[in-house]
């Protein structure tokens, strides 16, 4: 009786926690005079001087390839990224505040800058949405010239070769302004699933010819 390969599945259960910090008086205090005292306002750039670009730096956190349409050749992922920069309208001196060294707010309070997902394939997505004119006053970086693999969990169809990060300075002939792009590429090849049918059906044949010699 030739012997029936043993299936195994793998279940991922990715579990996200958001830091969360309770308040107290310090960081009551703290907050207070961060958005009230200091009249912040999230429309201002994240610089005292309005000479100075903001430096922005790019990255992107791969969690999982979900999908490859090879003939739409539209690439299905999971991931997170990321934008670190400094907002010296929001510092702080520790001492001053109980030691605390971070506090926890909502992106909505603050600044942040407007990078847009340009080739997304997404019908709910809206290339066209209204953001804020600021591209002079921001200079976009990049620390890493490698996508960040750290989280990554492994696709049973693709395998994942090989990632590359940059930064792409594109002019239009329709506008005299420079502008940046983040590019992010991500080699993949098909995952040969070929070796596992072929050693089993290796095994059946050798226990079918054993059965014949006996």
């Known amino acids: 009786m030739a012997q029936q390969p043993m299936k195994i599945y793998y279940v991922f259960i990715l579990f996200y926690l958001l830091n969360s910090i309770f ?3 310090y960081q009551r205090r703290l907050l207070q005079d961060l958005f009230a005292e200091k009249q912040h306002d999230k429309l201002e750039r994240a610089s005292i001087d309005n000479s100075v670009a903001v430096s922005v730096d790019i990255g992107f956190n791969l969690l999982q390839i979900m999908d490859f349409d090879e003939k739409n050749q ?10 670190i920069w400094d907002d010296n309208r929001m510092m702080w001196e520790p001492a001053d505040y109980g030691n605390i060294t971070k506090v926890v707010v909502p992106s909505t309070k603050i600044w942040i800058p407007e990078i847009l997902l340009y080739n997304s394939v997404d019908e709910e997505f809206d290339s066209l949405r209204p953001t804020n004119v600021n591209n002079s006053g921001i200079n976009t970086t990049m620390s890493n010239t490698e996508i960040e ?11 994942l070769k090989d990632t590359s990060a940059m930064i792409n300075l594109v002019q239009f002939d329709c506008c005299p ?29 050798n226990n079918q010819r054993n059965d014949i010699q006996k």
């Not at 539209?74 to 934008?83: H, K, R």
């Not at 940046?180 to 095994?203: M, P, Y």
């Open 23 to 25: 308040g107290g008086s």
């Open 177 to 205: 302004e420079v502008f940046e792009s983040a590019v992010f590429t991500i080699q993949i090849a098909r995952h040969s699933l070929d070796s596992f049918g072929n050693v089993t059906d290796t095994k059946t044949k």
């Open 149 to 159: 693999l750290t989280s990554y969990v492994k696709n049973f169809k693709w395998d």
């Open 74 to 83: 539209v690439l299905t992922t999971n991931g997170i990224l990321t934008l």
